[in-house]
C-alpha cells in the first residue's frame, strides 16, 4: 500500500472515492425520482469538466429530460423483471457463463466480519430489504462507500489501514470482476440517459485500479467543484 505524502490531502480523496460509490448505490437501491434527478444534474454539474474523457457526467446532466415514470419502469425492467427483455441480473452469481467468478464469491463471511447488514442501509424499499441475498450491485457499491467513509473518519493508524485494505481486496477479488460486466449489458440495453450514466459510472467503479485513498490518482473534487453536493453527504447509504 502507498504511503501518503500528504495525509490531509488524501484524506479528502478518500472522501470522495466514498461519495462517488455512495452516489452509484443510491441508483441502484432507490427509485429514480424528482429529488433523485436532481442529484444526478449537480453529480454531472461537478463532474464535467474534471472528468473531460468520461461522458458519464453528461448523461446525468441530461437525466432530467425523461419522464419519471418512464424511469421507473425501466428501473424495474433492467433490475427486477426477469421476464423483461431488458433485464440485467445485478447479481455477482448470476452473470454470463462465458465469464470466470470472482476470487471471492461468497461475500456473507466478509459482511458478517464488517457487522455489515445490507437490509438495514437507510431508505431501502421493502422489496430491497427483504431481497434474500447479498450479491445485488446497489448493496455492494455501498459497502465500499461504508469501508472509505470510515477509513475517513477513523483516526487509529491501524484500524484506518485494516478499513482500507478491506476495501481494497473486496473491490479487487470481488466487485471489479463482475460489475464491469454488468455494466456493460446494462448500458446496452438502457433507453435513457440516467440508465446509460448509471451504467457507464459503474464501469468506471469497477475499472478503478484500487479504492485505497492512498493510491488513486482520479477525480479529486475541489473548489466550487467539492463533491458535497452529491447524495451521501448526509449519509445516504448510511448503515443504521
Known sequence: MNRPENLATDQQQCDHWARLFDFGATLYLQEPGPAQLTQCCSVGRALHDLLPDETFPQLFMEAGNTEVAFLQQEFF????????????????????????????????PLFRETSFDPSLLEGLPAYLQGLGRVDYIGFELAFMAILLKNAVQEREAVSKEALLQTAQLFHEKHLSPWAADF?????????????KGCAQLTTYLAATPSPDCC????????????????PGEDGSARHH
Open 77 to 108: 425492467d433492467h433490475l427486477f423483471v426477469p421476464v423483461s427483455a431488458r433485464y440485467c441480473p445485478p447479481y455477482a452469481a448470476m452473470q454470463g457463463k462465458g465469464n470466470p467468478p470472482p476470487p471471492i464469491r461468497d461475500i456473507r
Open 183 to 195: 455494466a456493460s449489458r446494462l448500458e446496452h440495453h438502457a433507453q435513457s440517459s440516467y440508465f
Open 215 to 230: 493510491c488513486i490518482k482520479r477525480p479529486r473534487l475541489d473548489g466550487d467543484h467539492r463533491i458535497s453536493s452529491m
